[in-house]
């Protein structure tokens, strides 16, 4: 039994504790100011990430384990490899968002609470990813959305404020669902674990608490119709923020409906008779929904003129691709959608790095206001052109195979009857990263190509190495991705 | 291990980064540095082609385990021939690049995107699976949009960039599922499995065709096939270098290669021959006619390439037990003509500044070199022996008149305007009176040297393709009285008409445009291309733009209204509960 989601829980949690007494104790000393609680965070979510690898070799076994375990976080926790996977992408984001931090905020007095609510988010994040029962779930998923609440509303203008406002109510009415959904399974089957969903789905009953908890669940990973929070959040939030819920908060919501899955999957760990069961009907409201994502996600996307948006519809065309891979309910659907939360995450938390240093008003990020900077700073536009292009599925990036194997799961499940509904739903995914292309291509031909109107500042180099280093990571994903598939997912 | 057969696309390919590299040092070392690279290219294909042994596939490190996939070099008669024929030509431009884009800015770009172009069409020609192939079709694609783009500071070379994306990837969109349900259905994409005679037993027709035209529509995309050809016209934006690449070595020969390729999965199915053959014929007729009613030099060589591609679609489509090698001849002898009259052409624009063929004429005596090299391009695009032209075409030919009289008539009328357009060109530029005051000359040595080579390609070609075996056409040692007769009145009915409406009596044809409605009518909806373009831009504006404003609108300020939408997917929750659907 692997032990890293406590400990790598009570790391971080310590970690935002010593930020806030940095920033605190530090006011006399410039330097400790300055960096201190930047510093600690990084070194907190670094120092996780170290005792997640160190305890991921146990969790590659086939099968699930759970089991109570003691400590300050003591519950009932899973570590399999989806969850370790999972885990590790979202630390590896909130480490990049925690280093380019530091330099972000100007004002001194905001970086304890800044660095201290980013940390309790990426614990609340781990919590979640590892969740083994509705309870811890629950609790996890509470602290996400508080820690989320305070992060958005940290640009403190008007803009950032509404947003927060309308993700705690959207948030809100997700964890009421989400909950009763949890009562639903447990009287009618009695039990508060994950494991129980398979013992639910045999019942009509069963079957209704389960497709409301992934309708609950679904906010956070802005299944249509419960997007409508997420481009304000994007556009709202201060852009360190909008990095961290665009790459770890969306991923994150989107495992957590892989967690109610998962347990139906024969071969995905937990102990599922074979013949599995078919839940017909959930499975078709998952790709109902799927398909409803994807296709509001990139035609709502194709009206934007500013990025920041465009961006968050894209995600939610992304989260389409993900639930149609999960309405396979088959292991090859589950990789595909771990394997795109990675890639989608590094992707978009780049895009919003680059994005860079600006007021957070809306205008600022318009593609207008935007138009030739690749002009102006040739690094900068490489940079954007390059982000586009992945995330319309070009190779050499990771998102080109995430795109592969959401299809090849699609497909797989079709079978050799092509006109089944999985089969149409891969024609669906394949026709709406094409539409994706009209959307991204117009990033470039303005923001990289088009003739700059404003004058332009160069940016130090200093901003672009941790979005570089979130591009290499997808470029390797992209160039030998059996490092991940195949070996640890 | 066959070195060489790795190198070949290795070192385009990891020469790339090596460029921004170069810039660092010295402005001009970007340019010899793609020379070298192509060059080292060209002589390790050059040296495979040369010797050669037994057909094989060779695979290092599992690559993609999801479906089982290695990095695979595949070294057959077909690869070895396209990617000799592929790094030649690229060789050839890229010198040409050293004096054409001599004073442009942006050369990093150019330079480690054309290595990059070129290094994925040899590594897509040498691929060994599927999911490699599709890895480096879709890289192939990504850099032909960004050079057609290459001058972005006009917006049309950034739309037909964004065109050429789009509608290419429409086809990839097809490929993608073709290639995964290749692996659901054979359980491998690697080629000498998946081909092998006992794997394709195992699926009939009724498993090919579905297969088979999802790789088809894929190809369509590639190889600007009506009617996903538009972008090829428009991609004539970027530079003259880029489009010869685009039209000779690269980009659209991807297509072909696929469906030769895949002939043995693709000739299992009739009904697929068929609308592969009814889709080659009508891009060759649609192209041609196009390419005699253009009068932008690039727009002719463009259409021109839809046609030409249509007859190598149309080989395919008859599926006689030659197709395959015939349709390759007639790739690499339209990608060696197609360079040639680029090039050409290229040099004609470089020292008149307009593609604009009405302020062309009578350069014949100015640029004696450009015109000679221009003359062998068209003469073989018409098909005249012996040139490599007429030997591709005649193979070609001598199929249809195996399968039938329909494609036998109708590939004579894709002859005529084939060499209707071509003479049509060639005396508009060169010969006729001069309409530019524009002082003009020969273009630099490192201009003239590629054109003078691909001229003597054109000649010598069907030697070497013949004697050293490179393509094998059981049919084909000595061509037939009974197809080259045809063919060859068709060239002269043609070539003479086009001296006569051009030159003789220009004036008369002219007016007879004028006068006759119908005549001038079909003229402007063929300069129109037939109006696809405008199909195309009122389906986006009518339907697709506004459909996403009105799918954007649903995300609103009101927090009324999100809640609504919640409440909505909850009762449509409660519903299929009701209903017993859960």
């Given at each position: 039994m692997s032990m890293w989601p406590t400990t790598v829980m009570e790391v971080l949690f310590a970690g935002a504790m010593i930020s806030l007494l940095a920033e605190m104790g530090g006011r006399a000393y410039k330097p400790l100011r300055d960096y201190g609680a930047g510093l600690v965070a990084t070194l907190a979510i670094a120092i996780s990430l170290v005792i997640l690898a160190s305890g991921w070799a146990e969790s590659l076994g086939p099968m699930v384990q759970l089991q109570p375990v003691q400590s300050f976080f003591a519950s009932l926790y899973v570590a399999d490899r989806f969850t370790t996977f999972t885990a590790f992408a979202v630390l590896v984001i909130a480490l990049a968002v925690s280093a380019y931090s530091m330099r972000y905020f100007s004002r001194p007095d905001l970086k304890g609470p800044f660095f201290a609510l980013l940390l309790t988010l990426t614990c609340s994040l781990v919590g979640v990813i590892s969740a083994g029962d509705f309870i811890t779930l629950f609790l996890f998923w509470e602290g996400m959305s508080i820690s989320g609440y305070g992060l958005v509303a940290f640009g403190k203008d008007k803009l950032s404020v509404e947003a927060s406002v309308k993700y705690f109510f959207m948030a809100g009415i997700g964890s009421l669902l989400a909950l009763y959904g949890m009562a639903v399974i447990y009287s009618a089957t009695g039990s508060m674990q994950l494991q129980g969903i398979l013992g639910a789905v045999s019942s009509p009953y069963g079957q209704l608490g389960v497709a409301v908890l992934l309708v609950g669940l679904g906010v956070e990973a802005a299944v249509v119709p419960l997007h409508t929070w997420l481009p304000d959040v994007y556009t709202g939030a201060s852009l360190p923020v909008s990095a961290v819920v665009s790459g770890a908060v969306t991923g994150t919501g989107v495992f957590a409906l892989a967690k109610v899955v998962q347990p139906l999957?024969?071969?995905?760990?937990y102990p599922v008779p074979i013949p599995a069961p078919e839940p017909v009907g959930l499975a078709t409201l998952l790709g109902g929904l799927a398909l409803a994502t994807m296709l509001v996600g990139n035609l709502s996307a194709l009206a934007q003129s500013n990025l920041r948006k465009l961006l968050s519809f894209s995600s939610v065309a992304q989260t389409g691709y993900m639930l149609a891979a999960l309405s396979t309910l088959s292991v090859a659907g589950l990789v595909a959608a771990v394997f795109t939360i990675w890639n989608h995450g590094l992707l978009k938390s780049n895009f919003f790095m680059i994005l860079g240093k600006n007021d957070s008003s809306l205008d600022a990020s318009s593609l207008d206001s935007l138009r030739g900077t690749g002009r102006s700073d040739r690094r900068l536009g490489f940079l954007y052109a390059s982000s586009s292009l992945a995330m319309v599925g070009a190779p050499p990036f990771g998102l080109f195979w995430s795109e592969i194997l959401v299809v090849q799961s699609l497909l797989t499940a079709a079978g050799?009857?092509?006109?089944?509904p999985y089969f149409w739903l891969a024609v669906a995914v394949v026709l709406n990263i094409v539409t994706s292309i009209g959307y991204y291509f117009k990033v470039i031909n303005t923001v990289v190509f088009g003739e700059p109107r404003n004058v332009l500042q160069r940016r130090p180099l200093t901003d672009l190495v941790v979005p570089s280093s979130l591009m290499a990571a997808s470029v390797i994903t992209g160039l030998v991705p059996f490092i991940i598939l195949g070996s640890v997912l | 291990m066959i070195y060489s057969a790795w190198l070949v696309w290795v070192v385009p390919l990891a020469s790339v980064p090596l460029i921004p590299a170069a810039s660092l040092l010295d402005g001009r070392l970007r340019g010899w540095l793609a020379v070298a690279s192509t060059g080292a290219s060209l002589g390790l294909a050059t040296f495979g082609a040369m010797s050669p042994g037994p057909a094989s596939t060779e695979s290092v490190a599992i690559w993609f385990p999801s479906m089982h996939v290695s990095v695979q070099v595949e070294v057959d008669g077909l690869s070895v021939l396209v990617a000799t024929f592929v790094a030649f030509v690229s060789f050839l431009i890229v010198v040409y690049s050293l004096g054409y884009m001599k004073d442009e800015p942006g050369q990093t770009r150019y330079y480690s995107l054309v290595l990059l172009f070129v290094g994925s069409m040899l590594g897509l020609v040498m691929s060994g699976n599927l999911v490699q192939f599709y890895f480096f079709w879709e890289l192939v694609g990504v850099c032909s949009a960004l050079l057609i783009a290459f001058w972005t500071d006009r917006p049309a070379a950034r739309r037909a960039g964004l065109k050429a994306f789009v509608v290419t990837r429409l086809g990839d969109a097809a490929l993608l599922v073709a290639v995964i349900l290749t692996f659901v259905t054979f359980g491998t994409t690697t080629f000498s499995n998946m081909l092998s005679p006992s794997s394709l037993a195992t699926v009939g027709a009724g498993a090919a065709f579905p297969l088979g035209l999802l790789m088809f529509v894929g190809a369509m995309g590639k190889s600007a096939q009506v009617p996903l050809h538009g972008w090829l016209p428009d991609a004539m934006e970027g530079p003259t270098t880029v489009s010869a690449l685009i039209h000779a070595a690269t980009m659209v020969n991807a297509g072909v290669f696929l469906m030769v390729r895949m002939y043995p999965l693709v000739q299992l199915s009739n009904s697929l021959l068929s609308i592969v053959l009814a889709v080659g014929i009508l891009s060759a007729l649609v192209g041609g006619a196009c390419a005699f009613a253009a009068d932008d030099i690039k727009r002719v060589l463009a259409y021109s390439t839809i046609s030409q591609l249509g007859l190598m679609f149309a080989a395919i489509g008859l599926g006689a037990y030659d197709s395959g090698q015939a349709a390759t001849y007639h790739m690499v002898s339209q990608g060696l003509f197609k360079a040639l009259a680029f090039l050409a052409a290229g040099s004609v624009i470089t020292a008149l500044?307009?593609?604009?063929?009405?302020?062309?004429?009578?350069l014949a005596k100015k640029m004696k070199y450009t015109y000679l090299g221009f003359l062998l391009a068209v003469l073989a695009m018409s098909g005249l022996p012996p040139l490599v032209g007429f030997w591709s075409k005649d193979a070609i030919f001598s199929l249809a008149i195996g399968s039938g009289p329909a494609p036998t008539a109708l590939l004579l009328v894709a002859f005529a305007l084939t060499s209707l357009y071509s003479f049509r060109m060639l005396f508009r530029v060169f010969h006729g009176e001069r309409r530019s005051e524009k002082d003009v000359s020969e273009p630099p040595r490192s201009m003239l040297l590629p054109t003078a080579a691909l001229s003597v390609s054109v000649v010598l070609a069907w030697g070497v393709l013949q004697y050293q075996n490179l393509v094998n056409l059981s049919a084909f040692s000595s061509p037939d009285l009974a197809t080259t007769l045809p063919s060859l009145a068709v060239l002269a009915a043609s070539g003479t008409t086009a001296y006569a409406i051009t030159l003789r009596y220009r004036s008369r044809a002219v007016g007879l445009l004028q006068r006759v409605w119908a005549l001038g009518a079909m003229r402007n909806a063929l300069s129109r291309g037939l109006g696809f373009d405008w199909l195309y831009s009122s389906a986006y504006g009518r339907v697709l733009s506004p459909l996403s404003r009105g799918v954007a609108s649903l995300q609103t300020e009101r927090l009324r209204t999100n809640a609504g939408l919640a409440v909505f997917v909850v009762v449509l929750v409660f519903v299929l509960y009701a209903a017993g659907a859960l």
């Open positions: 999957i024969a071969g995905g760990g050799s009857s092509y006109p089944s | 500044g307009t593609r604009d063929m009405s302020e062309m004429g009578g």
